[in-house]
Structures are given as structure tokens and as C-alpha cells.
């Protein structure tokens, strides 16, 4: 394993706003672990929508916590360097991290807390390991948050967990990990996705597929006729109202994307007891999570489908490709050795 280098190559953006263009190509010092952090020679870096909201100012004033910015959370590489305090690493352990807020992915180095590190098993790539701490633990939890407790085929686990689920946005980085841990737990999944990825939902197990440009996919309506007892939600800008006639009783609906309207409704039915719940959701990671997650696709029962990858020095590009929202699976970026 070499010593790390003292300066790196990395993207970085100093303001609020500029897409891809405002991202700048630059060569900067490599960071110094803290207490309880790891350095890492990245391997590969995985984008998710949040890294863009951000840098578009979605969640000013309080992210990136300061100008400039490296942005980018999901990462795998080696260990090089430990923070005071981390003993449960080693230099030259391959692992899997989440450094989100603080960064710092798209660069040939970066930083991360110990406690969201997890081992890297050799049989899992690192651009499979990449893609996974934020695309899948979300829709590991927003299962969870649907009432699944298992995911050995048994129905989720539990008398209270669905057995209809509605996965939105099934061909698109959460989705397709949602579609997949639905189908592990047992449940009858009926997905959305365009019709160019019809095939590739049904490939990931889905029951029932419909194409979200069709008046029955906007309509969310089963083929089959069935009522959901729960929704996995990823995609955007989904009313209420379309939800509801598509809802068993005491629907739950485990929304990833929820705007002002949607925060507004959860509200109203929690102070009005309603049995149909709309159940906003912000990932928490969580280390146990990432490694049985890491550890499911090590026995080959979670698959990373991904959509395209790009070497570092084309990061801009897989940035615009995450931007324009047509993503199938997820859209990676590798360090390797390219100077
Ligand atoms: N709350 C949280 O903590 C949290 C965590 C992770 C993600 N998220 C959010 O969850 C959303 C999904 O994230 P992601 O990483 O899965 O995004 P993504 O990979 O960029 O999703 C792209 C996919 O979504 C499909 N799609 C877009 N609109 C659709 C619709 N109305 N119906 C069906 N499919 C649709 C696209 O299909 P076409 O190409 O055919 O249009 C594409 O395949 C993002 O808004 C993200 O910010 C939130």
C-alpha cells in the first residue's frame, strides 16, 4: 500500500448553483483523519440526488457547511491512515463509507467517521460498495418503516408487515434496491419505472410493472387490481390524491421525497388519527445496516445494477447524468489509476 500522497485530485464547487460546469477540476492538499475518522485512497464514489440538491442550494443555509466544497458521500476504498481513537481499522482494510455531510468523494482521497465505515468483503466490487450506503439503506429503512422486520421470504416478518407494496421510481438507485428487498421479504411488489425499464423492474423481481407515462401508471393502478397496503415512494412530485384510491384501509406510505405539500398532509393525518398514513423520510445510516447490506450482496441476494460509470477526471459528466434523473441503478465514479 503506498503512503499517501500530499496533494490530490479532486472536484469542487465554491458557490450555490452551476450543475456540472460548476464543478472545478483542482489539485488540493489530502485531508487529515481526525479523531475517530479514517483516510481513504478512494476506489470508486457513487452520486445520489442529494449531492446536487445541495450544491443547487436545496438545503441552504445549511449545506455544504462551508465553501469550497467537495461534495459526494458514498465511497469505498482502502484505509491509508487512521484517526487518534479508530480501532477497529487497519491500514490496507478495504471498506465502505458514508461521509455525508461532510464530503468529499469525488477526489482521490477523502475522510470518514469510523462509525459509518463497515468491511468491504472481497466478493462485493468497490463500485458495488460505493453505490450502497445511501441508495440501499434508504430503501432498507423505508421498508422497515412499512413494517417489514425480515427479509427471508417469510412476508415480512411479522403478522402487521404488507403483503401489496407499491415501489415508485423502481428502475432509479433507491428503486431498484426497494423492488429487490420487497421480493427478499416476500411481499407481492407492483413497481413503476418508463417503459424502456419495464423489462428491467420484472428482471428484479417485481410482480406487476407499469409505465408512469401511461394514464394507468399515473394512476398507480395494479394490473391485477390489487390495493396497496403500503408504498415504497421514490419519485417526485406524486399528489396525495393519487394515492389514495389505490390504498388498502391502513395504507402506509414511506415517502423519500417529501415536499411542503406532503409534510403538510402527514401532519394533518397524524393529529386526525387517519388509517391511510403519508410517512415522511430522511435516511439516518446506520453502520449495522450498511454492513448486512454489504453483507447481503456478498451472498449474491442484493444485485447493484449499475447505470454507467466514469473515471474521476470525467466526474462531470456522471454529475449532468444524475442531474438529468434517467438513471437505471446507479451512476459511479472510479479513482483507479488514471493520471
Ligand atoms: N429522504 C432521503 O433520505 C432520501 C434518500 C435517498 C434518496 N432520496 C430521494 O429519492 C429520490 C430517488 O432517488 P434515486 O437515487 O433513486 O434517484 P435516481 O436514481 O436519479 O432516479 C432516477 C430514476 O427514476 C425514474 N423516475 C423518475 N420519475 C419517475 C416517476 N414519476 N415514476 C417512475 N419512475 C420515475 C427514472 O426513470 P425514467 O428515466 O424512465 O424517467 C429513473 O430511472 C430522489 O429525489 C432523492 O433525492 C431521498
Known amino acids: 500500500m503506498a503512503a499517501p500522497k500530499k496533494t490530490m485530485r479532486a472536484f469542487q464547487y465554491d458557490k450555490y448553483g452551476g450543475g456540472a460546469e460548476g464543478l472545478k477540476h483542482v489539485e488540493v492538499p489530502v485531508p487529515s483523519p481526525k479523531k475517530g475518522e479514517v483516510l481513504l485512497k478512494l476506489e470508486a464514489a457513487s452520486i445520489n440526488p442529494i449531492d446536487w440538491k445541495i450544491q443547487k442550494g436545496m438545503v441552504r443555509p445549511f449545506l455544504p457547511r462551508k465553501f469550497p466544497f467537495i461534495p459526494v458521500g458514498d465511497i469505498s476504498g482502502e484505509v491509508v491512515e487512521l484517526g487518534t481513537g479508530v480501532t477497529n481499522f487497519k491500514t490496507g482494510d478495504k471498506v465502505i463509507s458514508i461521509s455525508f455531510p461532510t464530503g468529499g468523494g469525488l477526489a482521490e482521497y477523502a475522510v470518514a467517521p469510523a462509525s459509518l465505515t ?119 412530485g406524486t399528489p396525495w390524491s393519487a394515492f389514495a384510491p389505490v390504498l388498502a384501509d391502513s395504507a402506509t406510505v414511506a415517502d423519500v421525497t417529501p415536499g411542503i405539500a406532503a409534510t403538510a398532509r402527514s401532519f394533518l393525518q397524524k393529529v386526525t388519527l387517519a388509517k391511510q398514513r403519508l410517512v415522511p423520510m430522511i435516511l439516518i445510516p446506520k453502520k449495522e445496516e450498511m454492513e448486512w447490506l454489504a453483507d447481503m450482496t456478498r451472498q449474491g441476494k442484493l444485485k447493484t445494477v449499475i447505470d454507467s460509470r466514469y473515471p474521476l477526471s470525467r466526474a462531470r459528466e456522471a454529475w449532468a447524468k444524475s442531474i438529468e434523473g434517467h438513471a437505471t441503478g446507479k451512476i459511479v465514479v472510479e479513482m483507479g489509476d488514471e493520471e
Open 118 to 236: 463497515v468491511a468491504r468483503p472481497p466478493e462485493v466490487s468497490a463500485a458495488e460498495g460505493a453505490s450502497l450506503p445511501t441508495a440501499a439503506s434508504t430503501a432498507l429503512q423505508q421498508l422497515k418503516a412499512l413494517r417489514v422486520t425480515s427479509f427471508d421470504g417469510s412476508g415480512g416478518g411479522n403478522n402487521n408487515a404488507p403483503k401489496n407494496v407499491l415501489v415508485t421510481a423502481a428502475s432509479g438507485g433507491v428503486g431498484h434496491y426497494a423492488v429487490q428487498l420487497a421480493k427478499l421479504a416476500g411481499l407481492h411488489v407492483t413497481a413503476t419505472c418508463g417503459a424502456r425499464n419495464l423489462g428491467f423492474v420484472r428482471g428484479l423481481g417485481a410482480d406487476e410493472v407499469l409505465d408512469y407515462k401511461t394514464p394507468e401508471g399515473a394512476r398507480l393502478q395494479s394490473p391485477s387490481g390489487v390495493k396497496y397496503d403500503a408504498v415504497a415512494h421514490c419519485a417526485t
